[in-house]
């Protein structure tokens, strides 16, 4: 009896485990970034409000590879211009793997208001 007691014991504690690191990684590996227009991120591009490119790039860089097992590392990543704060804008970025192969990385505008955009890029 005291040994079912343990094995019950010690899968439940793995099984928590194991869901706390995915729920972990799910948050930490999102795509998704919400990011506010101020002095230091706006940029114009076309006479539109936009998201610095230098902002974009860092930020994307950031995100793309936050943990080990999450995507790839990526150095140099740098966007053409700003991206402009009008859901559907988009840009393609790139950046270089360890081996120097060029990656291009689209982004994507899934939300904007006067105060912040909201974007996304692909992995």
């Known amino acids: 009896m005291q040994r079912s007691k343990f094995l019950v014991g010690v899968v439940g504690g793995v099984t928590a485990a194991v869901a706390l690191g995915g729920v972990g990684t799910h948050l930490l590996a999102g795509t998704e970034s919400t990011t506010g227009l101020d002095d230091s991120s706006t940029a ?10 230098n902002i974009v790039a860092a ?53 904007a208001d006067a105060k912040s955009v909201t974007w996304k890029f692909e992995r």
Request: hydrophobic share 30%; net charge positive.
């Open 44 to 53: 114009s591009v076309n006479g539109h409000r936009a998201l610095a490119a």
């Open 59 to 111: 930020r994307t860089e950031g995100k793309y590879h936050p943990l080990p097992w999450v995507g790839e590392k990526l150095t140099g990543i740098s966007c053409p211009t700003g991206l402009k704060a009008v859901a559907g804008a988009s840009i393609t970025c790139t950046g270089k793997k360890g081996d120097g192969e060029t990656v291009r990385i689209p982004v994507r505008v899934t939300k």
